[in-house]
C-alpha cells in the first residue's frame, strides 16, 4: 500500500520561528499520526488524528504544537516557536480501516533549529 | 509503563548467515499488535512485518519470520539468507487497541558482512 508523501525533505530554522511541516495523504485515509525521532533515538508518539480531530496525544505534544488538515487533504503539524531540542526527524504515518489497521511512514522531514 | 525493551544495540552477521534481534515488550493489555520496522540509512521507517496478539502461529514474510511468545511478552525476529540490503536499524514496536498509537524500543542496528 502507498505511504504518505511529506514537504519539505528538510527543513532549517531559526529559533523561535515558526515551521509547518505538511503531510499527503494519497489517497483517502482516516487516521493520521506524527511521531518524531531525534538523532539516535527511538521514535516517539506526538499525536493521532482522527475525523478532523485529535483522539489521542503524548505528553511531548504541548502547548508549542498543533495539527490540523485545512484543506481537507494535507494535514500539518505545526510548531509554534521552536526550540534547539525539535532538532529531529519527523515522520507522518497513516492507517486506512481502523485503529488497528497497520501504520505506514512517509519519508519523513529532517528539521534542523540552529 | 508501556515500555518495548531491545536489549541488542547492534548486531552484525555474514551475508547469507541467519540473525536474529531480539524484543520484550511490557502490557498488562491482552489485545495488541506487534510489528517489526526497518530503517535504513534513508531514515524512512519501513514496516517488516506484524503480529497480532490474539494469533499463535507466527508470522513469516519471505525471509523474515517472528518468534512470538506472549506468555513471555517476547517478540524476536529472525532474518535468514541475510543480505547486505537488510543493514539497517530494525525498531520493535506494539500498539494497544483502543490506543492509536505506536510504542516503539531503542533499536538494534544490524550490521551485514560480505
Known amino acids: 500500500e502507498p505511504e504518505v508523501t511529506q514537504t519539505p525533505s528538510h527543513q532549517v530554522t531559526q529559533m523561535g520561528q515558526e515551521v509547518i511541516l505538511r503531510c499527503v495523504p494519497i489517497s483517502n485515509h482516516l487516521y493520521f499520526y506524527w511521531y518524531r525521532q531525534i538523532l539516535g533515538q527511538k521514535v516517539e508518539f506526538l499525536v493521532s488524528?482522527?475525523?478532523?480531530?485529535?483522539?489521542?496525544k503524548s505528553e511531548i505534544f504541548d502547548d508549542q504544537f498543533s495539527v490540523e488538515r485545512p484543506d481537507g487533504s494535507n494535514f500539518t503539524l505545526k510548531i509554534r516557536s521552536t526550540k534547539l531540542e525539535d532538532s529531529a526527524m519527523y515522520f507522518c504515518?497513516?492507517?486506512?480501516?481502523?485503529?488497528?489497521?497497520?501504520?505506514?511512514f512517509g519519508p519523513g522531514t529532517r528539521l534542523t533549529v540552529l | 509503563a508501556q515500555t518495548v525493551t531491545q536489549s541488542q544495540p547492534e548486531m552484525s552477521v555474514q551475508e547469507a548467515e541467519t540473525v536474529t534481534l531480539s524484543c520484550t515488550y511490557d502490557t498488562s493489555e491482552s489485545d495488541y499488535y506487534l510489528f517489526w520496522y526497518k530503517q535504513p540509512p534513508s531514515r524512512q521507517m519501513i514496516l517488516v512485518i506484524r503480529?497480532?496478539?490474539?494469533?499463535?502461529q507466527n508470522a513469516t514474510e519471505n525471509r523474515f519470520s517472528v518468534n512470538f511468545q506472549k506468555a513471555a511478552k517476547s517478540f524476536s525476529l529472525k532474518i535468514s539468507d541475510s543480505q547486505l540490503g537488510d543493514a539497517a536499524m530494525y525498531f520493535c514496536a506494539y500498539e494497544i487497541q483502543g490506543a492509536q498509537k505506536l510504542v516503539f524500543g531503542q533499536g538494534t542496528r544490524l550490521t551485514i558482512n560480505p
Open positions: 488524528f482522527y475525523n478532523n480531530e485529535i483522539s489521542e
Open positions: 504515518a497513516r492507517s486506512g480501516r481502523g485503529m488497528l489497521d497497520t501504520q505506514y
Open positions: 503480529q497480532e496478539a490474539y494469533k499463535q
